[in-house]
Structure formats: C-alpha cells, structure tokens
C-alpha cells in the first residue's frame, strides 16, 4: 500500500515562489518514479513533472525553467520547486507514482496565482 501526501500550496502572487511536497509511505518510493500533475478549473489533469528513481527529469513545457522537481529518499518525499508564478498555473497540484500497474495519488494541493 501507497500512501501519497502533498503540501506547500496556497495563495500567491503572480512571480512569486513556492513549494510543494510530497511525502510518501511506503517501502518502494526510492525505486519508484514519481510525478506532478496539475488539474485547473474546467480542464483536464495534466502531467507538468516527473522524476526517475535515478533522479532523471523531464518538464512540461510551459513550466520548463520556471519549476524544478527534485527528491530526498531518505525523506521519501518530493518536491516541486515553483518560480515566477503565473496565474495560469493555479490549479490544484497531485502527486502521482505507480507500481505493479497501480497508480497511487495523493489528494492534493490547491495553488492560487493572483495576477
């Protein structure tokens, strides 16, 4: 069993910063890839970064430069580094990994950019 836990979200201005995290439960999480997804209002959920357990990266485009993920194995957590906020980024923010073909989500965390 997957536990998936996010935090740091919250009210921002626009070219602000913040930080999100991700703790997980679990024995596999240091093997395991995980991602960020965002969902906004009235759109689909989208995948905006994702993390190999080698610690390899791969970004959405419109977030490329501005976000960073990283992870902390011996924290088992992730984190989602957000600079130069723009409203279009608000949404609320979901932790996703996978393992034996179960997908794991967390119930996330909700980001506001002000204009």
């Known amino acids: 069993q997957v536990q998936l836990v996010e935090s740091g979200g919250g009210l921002v201005q626009a070219g602000g910063s913040l930080r999100l995290s991700c703790a997980a439960s679990?024995?596999?999480?240091?093997?395991?890839?995980m991602d960020w997804y965002r969902q906004a209002p009235g759109k689909q959920r989208e995948l905006v970064a994702a993390i190999t357990s080698g610690s390899s990266t791969n970004y959405a485009d419109s977030v490329k430069g501005r976000f960073t993920i990283s992870r902390d194995n011996t924290k088992n957590t992730v984190y989602l580094q957000m600079n130069s906020l723009k409203p279009e980024d608000t949404g609320v923010y979901y932790c996703?990994?996978?393992?034996?073909?179960?997908?794991?989500w967390g119930k996330g965390t909700l980001v506001t950019v002000s204009s």
């Open positions: 679990g024995t596999i999480f240091s093997i395991a890839a």
């Open positions: 996703k990994t996978e393992w034996d073909s179960i997908r794991y």
